[in-house]
């Protein structure tokens, strides 16, 4: 009954490579994010994505590309990896904002990511 | 821009004591505002959000939160603490680009719960 899954849970790797962080969602929300958590404990958002549709895209590499297939999944593919680039990834889920009603985000367990 | 400020990097309080964790806030418009927790490995868990409303609001795990307009605050509290309260937790601010897209979540710097025995 998990509501917002993430894969892999770690993932370590050499500089340079490319990887992907898989995330996906039951929970019939139509808006996703990726957030990166950095070794402070710093939470910012990276990309947010409503019904397939790039929304947000902060100040973020052009090595990181989202790509969402469909509603439910929001991937995050890196390429070319840095040190820089270790910090935890979370993916996160809410319904669009309707009314002015801001809905609430609800988040994976995080992907953490270590570049050797 | 739309941001939040938690100023206590930690918080340390006895079992069975009121606990309070600082936020302010700076918005341009009415703010929505967010607490979540997050335990040791694990993902951030929503505890309660103010949108509009009574200032009071109650979330999950006994948490509440005072919205305080006049001080531009969303203290977070609990008026009994538990040990396994221990945590960090993060107030946030939703930012938006004007649609009715989901919208972001700005988030203040993070405070460290430790509730002793």
């Known amino acids: 009954d998990t509501a917002v899954s993430q894969t892999p849970k770690y993932l370590v790797t050499q500089m340079g490579n490319d990887k992907s962080i898989k995330c996906e969602q039951n929970l019939g929300h139509d808006t996703m994010y990726w957030y990166k958590q950095d070794s402070k404990k710093f939470l910012k958002i990276m990309f947010s994505?409503?019904?397939?549709?790039?929304?947000i895209n902060e100040t973020v590499p052009n090595r990181f590309s989202p790509k969402s297939p469909d509603k439910a999944h929001l991937n995050l593919h890196i390429n070319s990896l840095e040190l820089g680039d270790s910090a935890v990834y979370f993916c996160?889920?809410?319904?669009?904002?309707?009314?002015?009603?801001?809905?609430?985000?609800?988040f994976g367990p995080g992907t953490r990511l270590l570049v050797l | 821009a739309q941001s939040v400020a938690q100023p206590e990097d930690q918080v340390n309080v006895a079992e069975g004591n009121p606990l309070t964790v600082k936020c302010t806030y700076s918005v341009s418009g009415n703010p929505y505002l967010f607490w979540y927790v997050q335990y040791p490995n694990r993902g951030l868990q929503f505890l309660l959000k103010y949108i509009t409303g009574d200032n009071l609001v109650k979330g999950s795990y006994g948490f509440e939160a005072e919205f305080n307009k006049s001080q531009t605050s969303f203290h977070l509290k609990k008026p009994s603490a538990l040990v396994s309260d221990s945590a960090l937790y993060f107030c946030?601010?939703?930012?938006?680009?004007?649609?009715?897209?989901?919208?972001?979540?700005?988030f203040g710097k993070g405070t460290s719960l430790l509730v002793t025995p």
């Open positions: 946030a601010v939703t930012i938006g680009r004007g649609s009715n897209s989901g919208y972001a979540l700005n």
């Open positions: 994505y409503n019904n397939k549709e790039l929304i």
């Open positions: 996160a889920s809410s319904q669009a904002r309707q009314r002015g009603v801001q809905e609430t985000q609800y």
